[in-house]
């Protein structure tokens, strides 16, 4: 192991010996990637796998829990669980997801090798910055395979900080399904326990407070690193993403939350307001991480039975190709947020859109009222949800449901164009009303009166919906 910072015990990917070589390596496949066409890509995929039953992608994987595969079910209901996490929370939210290593040294998430995963999104992206940032990530997975089979990490811990994408501006970064109300971070940590597993945390983390609030992401993340003996300055989000750390595990006793931690203490020097999470906090609130992260865990499994009948559901769909069965869970995951939102207030109004979340904070003020009746009530629950309906989530960026192909996208816009239009009826019905917002969707104002006029809200705050 090579040239290691002043206290030894933190080291950048790209200063480790073997880096030069695993950099040729992830050219090679990305090279190969893009002189070939799919056909010769999926024979690639089946050279890895040649002794092995396991399902390459996701509609694979359906066909085998179809047929009662039960690791294949495992594979299936592990990509459900990741995917409706992610799309409902942005941010203080915590996962972890253990792999497992192939006899080839490939290593596999959700049955699939984690370089393929990458390198199967680089198939589809439409977005020249999407596609750019892929191939950053395949890197990374070629760097990951060879410090797991190098055994670098059972004293040390991979770290990445994955930022809302730098060159873009809201409205595209938003559409590629970057949550930019908060520009959320993705710190990701990846260890092997001393048992021999392989893990991979993912820890959610505000890079603004809102929307109108000022962008700390990329100013933390540096103050952050040069803690650490490290030099982001002059990095852009894609070049910090390139740049993982190698970080002995002694200094991160608790893994992501310990970074979590770090990003924390970082973001409230730069910006002088007490963060967790990179949300703000009162000075005196307790800021503890571990029971953060017992709450994300409570939160997945309190979410068993929904996500259980996604995945049957998502079984019983016979996809023809990788890219339907992953629409079909964007799909199925996004009604379920959908539904869920309006009962279920730990997830942030704004992850169907700023225009949905005054729907979901007047569903939300109808639901813990008793002033109108129940027939009512009723009534406008419905004509809500409807509205709500047409909200848009994503997970992941160029994850499923976050980059339609252009085709795919003209089906949804005009799909939005006839609710809109059926909806028009529906808007007269919404009864005019007073209610108090948990939160203001634009300004971030918490409890603000909100009057609902003809459709259209006014906060107190100043703020209107469109
Ligand atoms: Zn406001």
Redesign the pocket.
């Known amino acids: 192991m090579s040239p290691i910072s002043p206290e030894g015990l933190v080291v950048e990917a790209r200063d480790i010996e073997a880096d030069a070589q695993l950099q040729r390596r992830a050219s090679g496949l990305i090279g190969g990637l893009v002189t070939n066409n799919e056909f010769e890509v999926e024979q690639v995929d089946v050279v890895g796998d040649v002794q092995s039953n396991v399902p390459r992608n996701l509609s694979e994987a359906l066909e085998a829990a179809r047929d009662g595969d039960e690791v294949a079910l495992e594979m299936v209901r592990s990509n459900v669980t990741t995917d409706y996490f992610e799309r409902a929370y942005k941010s203080g939210f915590v996962s972890e997801v253990t792999l497992s290593r192939r006899p080839n040294g490939d290593i596999e998430q959700y049955g699939q090798s984690i370089e393929d995963v990458h390198m199967n999104s680089l198939r589809f992206l439409g977005n020249e910055k999407l596609i750019d940032r892929a191939k950053v990530e395949t890197l990374n997975s070629v760097r990951d395979r060879h410090y797991v089979n190098s055994g670098l990490l059972k004293d040390n811990a991979r770290v990445t900080f994955s930022l809302v994408h730098d060159q873009m501006d809201d409205e595209e970064a938003s559409e590629v399904g970057f949550f930019v109300h908060t520009r959320s971070i993705s710190i990701q940590v990846m260890t092997e326990r001393e048992d021999g597993e392989i893990i991979v945390q993912s820890a959610f983390v505000a890079g603004r407070e809102n929307l109108s609030s000022e962008i700390f992401d990329r100013s933390a993340v540096i103050r952050l690193a040069e803690k650490l003996g490290v030099d982001y300055s002059d990095c852009g989000s894609e070049d910090i993403l390139g740049r993982p750390l190698v970080v002995n595990k002694s200094m991160i006793p608790n893994l992501s939350l310990s970074i979590v931690e770090m990003f924390d203490v970082a973001a409230t020097e730069v910006t002088g307001r007490d963060k967790f999470f990179g949300r703000d906090t009162d000075s005196d609130h307790d800021k503890d991480y571990l029971e953060k992260m017992k709450e994300s865990q409570k939160l997945t499994s309190s979410m068993k039975e929904n996500i259980d009948s996604v995945v049957s559901e998502l079984v019983n769909f016979r996809a023809d190709t990788p890219l339907q069965a992953t629409e079909k869970l964007a799909e199925l995951n996004d009604k379920l947020l959908k539904e869920r939102i309006v009962v279920d207030e730990s997830i942030d109004a704004r992850v169907l859109g700023v225009e949905t979340a005054y729907h979901v904070n007047h569903a939300r003020a109808i639901l813990s009222s008793n002033v109108l009746a129940r027939e009512q009530q009723h009534r406008q629950l419905q004509i809500l949800q409807r509205k709500i309906n047409l909200g848009n989530s994503s997970s992941c960026p160029g994850g499923a449901g976050g980059n339609k192909t252009d085709e795919l996208s003209d089906i949804f816009d005009l799909a939005s164009t006839l609710v809109d239009n059926q909806d028009e009826s529906d808007s007269e019905s919404l009864e005019d009303c007073e209610f108090v917002s948990k939160e203001?969707p634009?300004?971030?104002?918490k409890n603000?009166k909100t009057e609902c006029k003809d459709g259209v809200y006014y906060?107190a705050?100043?703020?209107a919906s469109e």
């Open positions: 203001c634009k300004c971030g104002e603000v906060g705050c100043g703020c």
